[in-house]
């Protein structure tokens, strides 16, 4: 098997995981692979993992909505996923302007397996939640994958490509220290 399989099997995997139980964002695995495979590579990758979040999504919309409380209980057994998450997302999602939000929530760091949660909860057209979701999750590995490739040139241009790897690695570190900081201040 190719090492590319291997990537798309990887995105997709993640993409679904984080979608449903896993706390970790695919954003790690699409930023990396611009560094290691380039721009375009990194775009099929980020479509392959918004259609595995789509798949988990959809898993946990159909828990939500045959059973709300067990759904909801998995949900909050996830690091740093508190009731003020909950309570927000089904406020948000019970709006007419919910995939806004579904777009929205994707960069304020509410996790994408909330929304599904809510969405099978509301008994939301899985259709066009399938839809909207796939947008939010595309649009938001994107904008990740594009401000990594203006990185990357950037670095490069500056003749510091080698350091690329170990910038992106600060940026994470970073990026999951401020969540962690305030999601425990909330």
């Known amino acids: ?25 695919p954003d790690l695995l ?8 380039g721009f375009m590579r990194g775009i099929r990758l980020a479509g392959v993992s918004a259609i595995g979040a789509v798949i ?13 409380d067990a759904a909801l209980g998995l949900v909050r057994s996830v690091p740093l996923i508190a009731d003020d998450l909950l309570v927000r997302v089904a406020a948000e999602m019970r709006t ?21 949660v809510e969405a099978g909860n509301l008994a939301i057209n899985p259709v066009f939640f399938a839809l909207a979701a796939f947008g939010a999750r595309l649009a938001r590995f994107m904008l ?3 401000l990594t490739a203006i990185g990357v040139a950037v670095a490069r241009r500056l003749g510091l490509a080698r350091l690329v790897p170990y910038g ?13 900081y305030a999601r425990l201040a909330a």
């Open 168 to 180: 992106l690695a600060a940026v994470w570190v970073g990026i999951y220290g401020i969540y962690v």
């Open 56 to 68: 988990g999504g959809l898993v946990m919309y159909w828990w939500g909505a045959h059973d709300i």
């Open 1 to 25: 098997m190719g090492v590319m399989r291997w990537w798309f099997i990887a995105a997709f995997a993640w993409g679904f995981a984080e979608a449903t139980v896993f706390f970790i964002v």
């Open 96 to 116: 007419d302007h919910w995939p806004i939000n579904l777009f929205l929530g994707a960069l304020t760091g509410a996790p994408f397996k909330i929304y599904a």
């Open 144 to 146: 990740a994958i594009g």
């Open 30 to 37: 699409l930023t990396a692979s611009i560094v290691m495979l």
